[in-house]
């Protein structure tokens, strides 16, 4: 298997879009303001292929295998999240949208991991530990010591991937009225 990790570009929005709203579920609703699979779909490939916002394509890497996207990793840095959300609120202002509430997801000293998903028929293939590995790398190039994710409490399988990537739980964290773990990992 030889999967590559690269920045993701606005042409892999057919294959990025569904990875997102399989890990986000209703999140995607909000953030795009719609309420059916078909509206979401469309208002999220417009957010990724825009370059202003925490679902661009500009943040998003996705790892491949002879050029089918098998896994996605959306990463920014809690300091570019309150422009990008800031933009975003604005954005579902124009569209008239029902929420306009968008929840901080991470501290400023943090590069923080939104999204990471890996299509169905290539689980259980390490891929998102790659994608997992790739952030941790990313963040020490970039400078920070830190690097957060949240995980909904009741997703234990996925909270002990993190952990033993060496992610601890340091707070608990609201996204949408949902509890969630904050988890850090430090360098």
């Given at each position: 298997?030889?999967?590559?990790?690269?920045?993701?570009?606005?042409?892999?929005?057919?294959?990025?879009?569904?990875?997102?709203?399989?890990?986000?579920?209703?999140?995607?609703?909000?953030?795009?303001?719609?309420?059916?699979?078909?509206?979401?779909?469309?208002?999220?490939?417009?957010?990724?292929?825009?370059?202003?916002?925490?679902?661009?394509?500009?943040?998003?890497f996705?790892?491949?295998?002879?050029e089918?996207?098998?896994?996605?990793?959306?990463?920014?840095?809690?300091?570019?999240?309150?422009?990008?959300?800031?933009?975003?609120?604005?954005?579902?202002?124009?569209?008239?949208?029902?929420?306009?509430?968008?929840?901080?997801?991470?501290?400023?000293?943090?590069?923080?991991?939104?999204?990471?998903?890996?299509?169905?028929?290539?689980?259980?293939?390490?891929?998102?530990?790659?994608?997992?590995?790739?952030?941790?790398?990313?963040?020490?190039?970039?400078?920070?010591?830190?690097?957060?994710?949240?995980?909904?409490?009741e997703?234990?399988?996925?909270?002990?991937?993190?952990?033993?990537?060496?992610?601890?739980?340091?707070?608990?964290?609201?996204?949408?009225?949902?509890?969630?773990?904050?988890?850090?990992?430090?360098?």
């Amino acid at each position: 298997m030889s999967i590559t990790i690269r920045q993701a570009q606005p042409q892999d929005a057919h294959a990025v879009i569904p990875l997102i709203i399989d890990a986000i579920g209703e999140i995607a609703n909000r953030l795009t303001g719609e309420q059916t699979t078909e509206a979401v779909e469309q208002e999220l490939t417009v957010l990724f292929k825009r370059e202003d916002n925490r679902h661009s394509y500009l943040n998003t890497f996705v790892a491949v295998e002879n050029e089918q996207v098998l896994g996605i990793l959306v990463y920014y840095n809690g300091v570019e999240a309150i422009q990008m959300d800031a933009n975003l609120v604005k954005w579902l202002e124009e569209k008239n949208a029902p929420s306009v509430i968008i929840d901080k997801e991470a501290h400023e000293d943090e590069y923080y991991i939104d999204t990471i998903c890996v299509s169905p028929e290539a689980r259980g293939k390490g891929i998102g530990t790659l994608l997992l590995q790739f952030a941790l790398e990313e963040t020490q190039k970039r400078g920070y010591s830190k690097l957060s994710l949240n995980v909904e409490t009741e997703k234990k399988d996925a909270r002990r991937l993190y952990e033993r990537m060496g992610f601890v739980i340091t707070e608990p964290w609201s996204i949408i009225d949902e509890p969630f773990h904050h988890m850090v990992k430090q360098f």
